[in-house]
């Protein structure tokens, strides 16, 4: 089976950074996703990191460690509309290969 | 505009009436997946598919129906609903492959009552 562990909450001041965690127990893998979902929204895709290591986008970069089964989401120089859900998402290791479980998300809320 | 359209946005039912909630992608996307999201929970996969008239059951699939008979539509069915099935409901697709992920409808907010 599959379980992903993220935080719930967090709280942070604009123009800082953040470290989203996210842990995860699977058998097999396959690739990892950062979702972002503001409230009452869709989900819309950050990033994706399949290899150990660190991907940059921007603002927003993802770190993957398969050997220890985590990654984390770091978001810079925080606005207040980064106020958000975070989720983390793993995929299924299956012929489809494109499912992906989702942990419960961490909700972020950016201050001033 | 390529996008992931689900109708309604909205609906609120009563207990045991036959609902379809109605999902198309206009992308050329072989996969296509249903979720529910509920507080507390996060998003559960439903049943999603792989390609035309195949399709597998995800994590909860219990109490629903879909079908693809077409690749770009991909229809929820609640045969019998119930109290318990009032959720947010988000159709998704993907091209597949490594890198892609899905691109998730605006969602549904279904209400069984």
């Known amino acids: 089976g599959q379980n992903i562990d993220q935080p719930t909450e967090m709280t942070a001041t604009e123009g800082a950074i953040v470290q989203i965690n996210c842990t995860y127990q699977?058998?097999?893998?396959?690739?990892l996703f950062w979702y972002q979902q503001h409230a009452g929204e869709a989900p819309t895709f950050l990033s994706y990191n399949v290899l150990d290591g660190l991907e940059e986008k921007g603002r927003f970069s993802s770190f993957l460690s398969r050997s220890k089964g985590y990654s984390y989401l770091l978001l810079k120089e925080l606005q207040m509309k980064d106020s958000a859900s975070y989720l983390c998402a793993v995929r299924r290791p299956n012929s489809g290969n494109t499912p992906l479980v989702f942990g419960k998300g961490t909700r972020l809320s950016v201050i001033a | 505009e390529a996008q992931v359209t689900q109708n309604p946005r909205y609906l609120i039912t009563v207990t045991g009436k036959k609902l379809t909630v109605t999902c198309s992608q206009n992308?050329?996307?072989?996969?296509m997946s249903w979720y529910r999201q509920d507080p507390g929970l996060g998003l559960r996969q439903i049943y999603y598919?792989?390609?035309?008239?195949?399709?597998d059951k995800g994590d909860v699939p219990e109490g629903y129906k879909v079908s693809r008979k077409e690749k770009r539509n991909f229809p929820l069915i609640l045969e019998s609903p119930s109290p318990n099935q009032t959720s947010l409901y988000f159709c998704a697709s993907s091209r597949g492959g490594a890198g892609n992920g899905y691109t998730f409808g605006s969602g549904t907010r279904l209400t069984v009552v």
């Open positions: 992308m050329n996307h072989e996969y």
């Open positions: 598919s792989m390609n035309v008239e195949v399709t």
């Open positions: 699977t058998s097999g893998f396959n690739g």
